[in-house]
């Protein structure tokens, strides 16, 4: 069955077909970034959704696809990861959230991406892990897959969740930090960067949430399926 794969903020789809299955992974939320305090940590990033659909389309239509891009990391802040949609609302996989910036010991990790659009299937991302006390910021959450959701940063150690099952990174959420500096970014597809850690007068970024993706399958027109049969 032909595929196209997508990574890029808007591209036109041509359909070929009256039907083509989408799949959609959305973008991760940065880490918590930290003001100029010593002993500030930030909370890490959930994980995207994903979500996949079969629609109808019509030969020769353009349908938009737009992907999550990386999300930058901010300072003293945070930002949810964005949303990745087929034709505006008729696929949409959801953001992660941002970790807390500033997090209190035992909180901030953010949500994973969920509540999207398309039946087909649906996977949460993974929540970003928690503040670990004075000892390390929040891990990222792990981006979701095509038959499992991406699993939780650790609340108690730096380790990022890990993508679910099928997804085609497979790279991890952001390891939290136990030393001063700007958190680390998650990995492709839709995993979370890390909560920022300061131990100075200088404010420090969350990690950059990691970018979506998008693939398209479609069925060819049946007289070439037919072609070389007997």
């Not at 150690?157 to 890990?162: H, K, L, Y």
């Not at 952001?174 to 920022?196: D, F, L, P």
Request: charged share 5%; glycine share 30%; with cysteine.
């Amino acid at each position: 069955m032909p595929a196209l794969n997508y990574t890029a903020a808007s591209t036109t789809y041509t359909a070929h077909s009256v039907w083509a299955i989408v799949q959609l992974w959305a973008g991760g939320g940065t880490g918590g970034g930290v003001t100029n305090t010593s002993g500030n940590n930030g909370g890490g990033g959930g994980g995207g959704e994903y979500r996949a659909a079969v629609v109808t389309t019509s030969p020769g239509t353009g349908y938009t696809v737009a992907v999550a891009q990386a999300k930058a990391g901010v300072s003293n802040g945070t930002a949810n990861g964005d949303n990745s949609t087929f034709a505006t609302t008729t696929v949409v996989a959801i953001g992660g959230t941002g970790g807390v910036a500033n997090a209190t010991a035992g909180a901030g990790g953010g949500a994973g991406g969920t509540g999207g659009t398309g039946t087909l299937a649906n996977w949460a991302g993974g929540r970003g892990g928690h503040r670990n006390g004075t000892t390390n910021s929040g891990p990222g959450g792990g981006g979701s897959g095509t038959s499992s959701a991406g699993t939780q940063g650790s609340d108690a150690a730096v380790t990022g969740g890990a993508t679910g099952t099928g997804n085609p990174g497979g790279n991890p959420g952001g390891a939290g930090r136990t030393s001063a500096g700007a958190g680390n970014a998650g990995g492709i597809y839709g995993s979370g960067g890390s909560g920022a850690r300061t131990a100075s007068a200088t404010a420090r970024t969350g990690g950059a949430g990691g970018a979506g993706y998008g693939l398209i399958y479609w069925s060819p027109p049946t007289f070439l399926c037919c072609l070389g049969c007997g």
